[in-house]
């Protein structure tokens, strides 16, 4: 496996992470413990460094396995995770006060089974608690040695220069794939003048582009994609020439279309280092091969010709949710 570093921070990983929050929270019935500890383990032996998980994914339950997983070889791996939700239940609300953030490492490092939490991501800006003492909270934490780096997660540019001047920042972690690139305006050019890492979660559209969803596609009632705008029918069939257009590449290249999906990304800059989850070890692997999937700039243009003519249609969050996504 390739290796990365994120920014200007020192912090080397996999050019590919594993997002482990599916394993226990947002996509159905939780896998079950032994299995999503092979899982983690297989990544590792198969090159993945970066393991990203938080207190929220469960709540605890995720850090609990991601700990257990990882017990055996910590030292060869970079374990993240987040703060930033009342109770760890985002239904609650934020809460980014000191002590709380105080709390959650204390318990996180229990979770984890470790002494240092290696990335420490404010989950969400918390709007309640002015970003200098949370950046200061955790510059304390860095300093006593329970954190190694600091992180933001879908944090505006306001919030990520303000937090940056106080205690510099890792990486920015924040949706960004094929069918949402917000990023690209004002996010990105940020990050590569302050020196900060990228790491997109959901960088496989959770799950469209890999072409396996469709406008019949239906979703359990435990799986949040049931109550988001953009995974509504209607909304899967308008979108459907996105999934098409990374089909066709990938079909073109002899790849499958998750890897033309990571790929793309990669291509991006070199900071960046997207984290796609899985709950399935072929599944694990093939987006690991992406890692050696080279785009040409014709690829690459192609690609934009065609997503320039796209309309994406529906919100990534449903209404309620969408609230706790501080911009």
């Given at each position: ?6 920014g ?10 594993l997002?482990?929050m599916?394993?226990s ?6 896998t079950?413990?032994?299995?999503a ?10 090159g993945?460094?970066?393991f990203?998980?938080a ?11 991601v700990?257990?997983a990882?017990?055996p070889i910590?030292?060869?791996?970079v374990?993240?995770?987040k ?7 985002p239904?609650?609300g934020l809460d ?21 939490i290696d ?7 918390d ?6 003492d949370?950046a200061?909270t955790v510059k ?20 990520i220069?303000?937090?940056?001047g ?10 960004h ?9 004002e996010i990105l050019p940020?990050?590569a ?6 790491v997109?979660?959901a ?12 406008a ?16 509504a ?53 093939e987006?690991i091969a992406?890692?050696d999937v080279t ?9 934009e010709?065609?997503?320039a ?6 919100g ?10 501080n911009?």
């Amino acid at each position: 496996m390739q290796k990365r570093t994120l920014g200007r921070s020192g912090l080397e990983v996999s050019a590919i992470g594993l997002g482990c929050m599916g394993l226990s929270h947002g996509y159905g019935a939780a896998t079950d413990r032994a299995e999503a500890v092979r899982l983690i383990r297989g990544g590792h032996e198969r090159g993945v460094t970066f393991f990203d998980t938080a207190e929220a994914y469960g709540p605890h339950v995720n850090e609990e396995v991601v700990g257990e997983a990882l017990a055996p070889i910590r030292d060869e791996v970079v374990i993240a995770t987040k703060f930033g939700f009342r109770d760890a239940v985002p239904a609650n609300g934020l809460d980014s006060r000191p002590e709380r953030i105080r709390q959650v490492a204390d318990e996180a490092l229990v979770r984890l089974r470790t002494d240092r939490i290696d990335l420490f991501y404010q989950h969400r800006v918390d709007p309640a608690v002015p970003m200098e003492d949370v950046a200061g909270t955790v510059k304390e934490l860095i300093q006593a040695g329970k954190v190694g780096h600091f992180g933001l997660s879908e944090a505006g540019p306001d919030a990520i220069r303000c937090a940056h001047g106080v205690q510099p920042v890792a990486a920015l972690q924040s949706e960004h794939s094929l069918w949402w690139r917000e990023p690209e305006a004002e996010i990105l050019p940020l990050l590569a003048e302050l020196g900060i890492g990228f790491v997109p979660f959901a960088p496989l559209g959770k799950g469209f582009l890999t072409g396996q969803i469709t406008a019949d596609t239906t979703f359990g009632d435990t799986d949040f994609r049931s109550t988001v705008p953009r995974f509504a029918p209607d909304a899967l069939k308008a979108n459907q020439p996105i999934a098409d257009l990374v089909r066709d590449l990938a079909a073109s290249k002899d790849v499958t279309p998750a890897q033309i999906a990571l790929a793309w990304l990669l291509a991006q800059a070199p900071w960046i280092v997207p984290i796609p989850g899985t709950t399935k070890l072929h599944r694990l692997e093939e987006n690991i091969a992406a890692a050696d999937v080279t785009l040409t700039a014709d690829d690459i243009a192609r690609i934009e010709r065609a997503l320039a003519s796209i309309e994406v249609q529906g919100g990534r969050y449903n209404e309620s949710y969408q609230t706790l996504v501080n911009r």
